[in-house]
């Protein structure tokens, strides 16, 4: 928890954690995995698969676009998935 805290701390505006991407990130996420839900797919299995496409779209940022990997990007994600699951 420290270490997300300063690793928060220390980044700059490069990465906000409130931008029309992290809205895109969470919405995504949202309906992927109200869609797997909704056609029967375990929620365990719904979380597995949405989560491994924000970290593969993560690594797609880093590794093609030369971009940055964004935690934040996967945190929103992660908010996303949650209130699918409720």
Excluded: C, N
């Amino acid at each position: 928890m420290k270490l997300l805290l300063i690793i928060t701390l220390f980044t700059g505006t490069k990465d906000p954690w409130f931008a029309r991407d992290k809205v895109r990130h969470f919405a995504v996420s949202y309906v992927i995995t109200r869609s797997l839900i909704h056609y029967r797919q375990k929620k365990e299995i719904a979380f597995g698969i949405t989560f491994s496409l924000g970290l593969i779209k993560e690594i797609y940022d880093k590794k093609i676009k030369k971009s940055f990997f964004s935690y934040k990007d996967l945190v929103w994600d992660l908010a996303g998935i949650g209130l699918a699951l409720i």
